[in-house]
């Protein structure tokens, strides 16, 4: 049980186009979903934090209107990086969790590898 | 400022012998902790919870806890080449999320 899947599992785009990264909780409804960003060698960065039916809750120094959250059901989370370019070039990931307290457990997804040409 | 850290290794084990993975936190009111094994070019695998002072154990892994002194440590025994990956230790802060620490590199060497 509590599988987190994310579509694409990679994606290569032009510098200045829009990319859309899916977060899908397959066997559980995920009342809280996190984003996070990975540079290599490095540790996860939370972007933002974002629970079904509301706005999402950006980390200080994320650009909330580059990155682009939407979590219109207890099963999906969207990120889109808009007009990306190649230092937004990352492995981002996306956790999901059943309830809102910190002690639920957080399971993560494949995650998704960007490239920026 | 609420901090998580762990030694970045690389930390080198012979396969048998006994991994010892240590993280330092910044809060003493914390709460909740997490190790996760993350292979490279994977995400995330939760592999320990640990919310009491003491120790909890689980297959070949002990998580040990000790407020007082604001550590958490994982304790792999018997370690395998499998073994071999990134570990970080993630901290709740009360904060309803989690705080990562930069993750310690363990090779397990045949």
């Known amino acids: 049980g509590a599988v987190v899947s994310q579509h694409p599992s990679w994606v290569i785009c032009k510098s200045g186009t829009s990319v859309k990264i899916e977060c899908r909780s397959l066997d559980f409804q995920a009342t809280t979903m996190f984003w996070y960003r990975q540079f290599p060698k490095q540790s996860l960065m939370l972007m933002a934090t974002s629970n079904e039916g509301s706005k999402a809750t950006y980390e200080q120094g994320v650009e909330k209107d580059k990155f682009l959250i939407n979590h219109a059901s207890l099963t999906l989370s969207t990120l889109t990086v808009t007009s990306a370019h190649p230092e937004d070039s990352s492995f981002y990931i996306c956790s999901a969790r059943a309830g809102t307290s910190g002690t639920d457990t957080q399971y993560f997804g494949p995650g998704t590898r960007l490239t920026v040409l | 400022q609420k901090e998580v850290e762990q030694n970045s290794g690389p930390l080198s084990v012979p396969e048998g012998a006994i991994a010892s993975l240590n993280c330092t936190y910044s809060?003493?009111?914390?709460?909740?902790f997490f190790w996760y094994r993350q292979y490279s070019g994977k995400s995330p695998e939760l592999i320990m919870s640990i919310y009491s002072n003491g120790d909890k154990e689980d297959g070949r892994l002990t998580a040990q806890l000790n407020k007082a002194s604001q550590y958490v440590s994982l304790l792999i025994r018997d370690s395998q080449p499998s073994d071999s990956a990134t570990y970080l230790c993630?901290?709740?802060?009360?904060?309803?999320?989690?705080?990562f620490g930069t993750g310690t590199r363990l090779t397990i060497i045949p």
């Open positions: 993630a901290v709740d802060f009360g904060n309803e999320k989690l705080t």
């Open positions: 809060d003493r009111g914390s709460q909740s």
